[in-house]
């Protein structure tokens, strides 16, 4: 930060407001706030294709420890600070001016607030991760913008190695390190706010997370409309939730539908609860009841029907129904008498579909952890 300066330093200085949000570790976050005022702010100006970025997902890490196999040691690292270590080109610093107490500063690094950081942060971090790769001739290792992850079997120092090298390639080029946040090597870490258990190989969401979603769910059923930031906030707990719970994730998406139908974006906006909002509410509660928290890791390929020997059918003749075998024990299902002359026998998707629900409800336990394609022909 340059300053202070008692009078305005450059001519054209733009001055944003700030704020401060608090840390995990008790510490506090500047914020400059960049997309102020609406449509003549710094962000307005920032094209917003050069702001995408796309980050690495849990489901890779899980993916990874999968394919490395049991006991896989485990560790991460932090960078510390990471946005203060990337500095903004002079240029630039008549965009990034703040007043505070009097005096006037100026931002030279990446600020927090500004539509582009995020991108261009992320793009420094692939460089560390591509560098640490090559320099130790290991790719077990995963990062999350300032967040790094390191595996490796439990027969070799792989990890350790993975942990020596990025520690080196930091020293050489400067880059801090939060050395409170390191752990591991270990068979049991916790990354992105999920624990990860490599001797059991199950991931474990914590229960605090579980209980306050469970009254954040309640509130949606007992209201008829909600504040746009309090419906954000329970959507984004439901996916962080659905990052252990992969068949979780078909039942945020009318979530995130209402969160898009809103024209007005302002987070106090109050939002109607519909019907198809309520109705996947329910169903996370029906299940979160019954929800140990514990999550084990899904195969790393899809089965089919053959691989499986699960086999179904279903005939549109109230007088028939459908059937299914698996591995040489078979159910048969008459349709019940009231479904004659219906419209349920002419929709051959939902019949086909119920032979296969029943599969799972009978021989349910032969799927567990399996990632299954049923094809029908």
């Not at 944003?16 to 307005?44: E, M």
């Not at 390929?301 to 591995?327: I, K, M, P, R």
């Not at 998707?349 to 009978?362: D, G, K, N, R, Y």
Request: aromatic share 12%.
């Amino acid at each position: 930060m340059l300053g202070p300066f008692s009078k305005i330093p450059i001519s054209t200085l733009r001055i944003s407001p700030i704020g401060v949000v608090s840390k995990n570790d008790g510490g506090w976050r500047l914020i400059t706030h960049l997309s102020y005022p609406l449509n003549w702010s710094v962000n307005d100006f920032i094209d917003p294709e050069i702001c995408k970025v796309k980050y690495s997902s849990f489901d890779k890490v899980v993916g990874m420890i999968s394919e490395l196999g049991n006991n896989v040691l485990c560790a991460k690292m932090d960078i510390s600070q990471a946005f203060r270590i990337l500095l903004v080109h002079p240029a630039d610093f008549d965009l990034l001016g703040i007043f505070f107490d009097g005096k006037y500063y100026i931002n030279k690094c990446l600020p927090e607030g500004c539509s582009i950081s995020c991108a261009l942060f992320e793009k420094f971090a692939t460089f560390l991760h591509k560098t640490v790769a090559l320099k130790a001739g290991i790719e077990t290792l995963d990062h999350y913008l300032d967040d790094f992850f390191f595996a490796g079997e439990s027969s070799t120092d792989n990890c350790t190695i993975l942990m020596d090298t990025f520690n080196e390639v930091c020293r050489q080029l400067g880059v801090p390190l939060a050395e409170n946040k390191t752990v591991g090597p270990t068979t049991c870490i916790t990354f992105l706010g999920l624990e990860i258990d490599t001797v059991l190989m199950l991931v474990r969401i914590p229960p605090e997370k579980l209980d306050k979603l469970k009254f954040m769910l309640d509130q949606v059923l007992s209201k008829k409309k909600m504040a746009l930031k309090e419906l954000e906030s329970i959507t984004g707990l439901m996916a962080f939730c659905s990052r252990a719970i992969i068949s979780a994730r078909a039942f945020i998406r009318r979530f995130y539908d209402l969160i898009a139908s809103v024209k007005n974006g302002k987070p106090y906006y109050t939002v109607r609860l519909n019907s198809e909002v309520k109705a996947d509410a329910r169903v996370w509660l029906n299940f979160l009841d019954q929800f140990n928290g514990q999550c084990y890791f899904p195969d790393r390929f899809w089965s089919t029907n053959e691989s499986l020997e699960l086999f179904t059918d279903s005939a549109g003749n109230v007088l028939l129904g459908c059937g299914a075998y698996f591995q040489g024990h078979w159910v048969q299902y008459q349709w019940p008498s009231s479904w004659a002359d219906t419209s349920i026998l002419l929709d051959i998707t939902c019949l086909e579909l119920i032979p296969i629900v029943l599969s799972f409800m009978i021989w349910g336990r032969s799927f567990r952890n399996k990632k299954d394609s049923v094809e029908n022909r």
